[in-house]
């Protein structure tokens, strides 16, 4: 098959090349990818920054839909040709990927493959932080950072399907009138106001706050959250070290969460996709949820997508094209 490979250069160079197959051991599916989309986390990884967790493929890609071409022993719920996406540990930017028969969802005969591309990744990080890590519940407040991002355009929506008031930060106008789109009440273009001002006039407070940024936002975020409010680190842009008002913490009663889906256990990753299968599957299926899609591109053109994301151009995702 062919595969993405980082070449060892200066400017970390893709190049679209053929590899060895993958195999398919007991418990998982074969798929013939169509196509995959573009996480934060592939720059890292590129850069060789975040390697991919022990068993993993070594290609970048944490996502696809395509066609199942064949299944490893135990494997009963899924057949040859069924269409699919998945949550993958690494192996989205390949023509074939092995993965846990449970890590699948299957693809409504109504969608096509680049829809299938753009959910897992951002629909299960935004699912597992703000319901499970934070335990946002109906009436509550939740504030998302980075609100444009895939995550955040995904977050939004969870949001307000779960009812709870959404308040968004984004670096654009643009950005910000799609999450308003998508449901959220209130936005701030932290570029141009202090958001943590600008909330501060609007409410009185947030109760969850799901956060990309990191050190720089951490004290304004512990400012804005509630007696009881929960703070969930997903990444930390603006830098990892930062102090910390224990007092403020401890009288407010915050909870300071940090969380990571990639390197999970397979058992806890099937755990998340049956919940959210169970409780938002529906509202994609039907869509009162949406994948955004910024642009779509061919996987020869992995570089290019790429770089929509490092220079924060995306709006929700961008999908690569594997098979036409
Ligand atoms: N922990 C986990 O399990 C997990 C899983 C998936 C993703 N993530 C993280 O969640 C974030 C969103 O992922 P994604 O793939 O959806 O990313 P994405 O679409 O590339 O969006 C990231 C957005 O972050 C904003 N941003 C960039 N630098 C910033 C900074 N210094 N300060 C504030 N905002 C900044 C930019 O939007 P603006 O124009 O608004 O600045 C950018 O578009 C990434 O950081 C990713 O690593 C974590």
């Keep these: 098959?062919?595969?993405?490979?980082?070449?060892?250069?200066?400017?970390?160079?893709?190049?679209w090349q053929e590899v060895?197959?993958?195999?398919?051991?007991?418990?998982?599916?074969?798929?013939d990818i169509h196509a995959t989309a573009v996480n934060r986390a592939d720059l890292l990884q590129r850069a060789g920054n975040y390697p991919p967790p022990p068993g993993a493929s070594p290609y970048m890609g944490l996502e696809m839909a395509g066609v199942v071409a064949a299944t490893g022993?135990?494997?009963?719920?899924?057949?040859?040709?069924?269409?699919?996406?998945?949550?993958?540990?690494?192996?989205?930017?390949?023509e074939r990927v092995a993965v846990p028969a449970t890590h699948l969802l299957p693809l409504p005969a109504e969608r096509d493959f680049t829809w299938g591309a753009a959910i897992c990744e951002v629909f299960l990080t935004a699912f597992v932080n703000?319901?499970?890590?934070?335990?946002?519940?109906?009436?509550?407040?939740?504030?998302i950072h980075g609100g444009g991002s895939g995550v955040g355009t995904a977050a939004v929506q969870l949001c307000h399907q779960a009812g709870a008031?959404?308040?968004?930060?984004?670096?654009?106008?643009?950005?910000?009138?799609?999450?308003?789109?998508?449901?959220?009440?209130?936005?701030?273009?932290?570029?141009?106001?202090?958001?943590?001002?600008?909330?501060l006039a609007h409410t009185d407070g947030v109760d969850v706050i799901l956060d990309i940024a990191g050190a720089d936002y951490l004290v304004r975020n512990m400012r804005l959250l509630k007696s009881e409010g929960r703070l969930v680190i997903i990444a930390v842009l603006t830098g990892a070290e930062a102090q910390i008002d224990l007092l403020e913490l401890q009288k407010?009663?915050?909870?300071?969460?940090?969380?990571?889906?990639?390197?999970?256990?397979?058992?806890?990753?099937t755990?998340?996709?049956?919940?959210?299968?169970?409780?938002?599957?529906?509202?994609?299926?039907?869509?009162?949820?949406?994948?955004?899609?910024?642009?779509?591109?061919p996987i020869e053109r992995a570089a290019e997508a790429q770089d929509i994301l490092r220079q924060n151009r995306n709006i929700g995702k961008v999908v690569m094209q594997v098979r036409p």
């Design 20 to 31: 060895p197959d993958p195999t398919c051991g007991p418990g998982e599916v074969l798929v």
């Design 271 to 297: 755990a998340i996709i049956a919940a959210f299968k169970e409780r938002f599957w529906p509202l994609l299926v039907d869509g009162r949820m949406r994948a955004v899609i910024e642009d779509v591109l």
């Design 130 to 143: 703000l319901f499970r890590e934070a335990g946002l519940r109906t009436g509550e407040t939740a504030l």
């Design 1 to 15: 098959m062919k595969a993405i490979t980082v070449a060892n250069d200066a400017d970390y160079s893709l190049c």
């Design 252 to 269: 407010k009663r915050l909870r300071l969460i940090g969380s990571v889906l990639r390197s999970r256990s397979d058992e806890e990753k």
């Design 165 to 199: 008031k959404v308040i968004v930060t984004a670096g654009t106008d643009a950005k910000v009138a799609c999450c308003l789109a998508l449901g959220a009440e209130f936005g701030v273009n932290y570029k141009e106001r202090d958001f943590a001002e600008a909330i």
């Design 73 to 94: 022993e135990t494997v009963t719920q899924w057949q040859p040709g069924d269409r699919v996406l998945g949550l993958l540990s690494g192996g989205g930017y390949a």
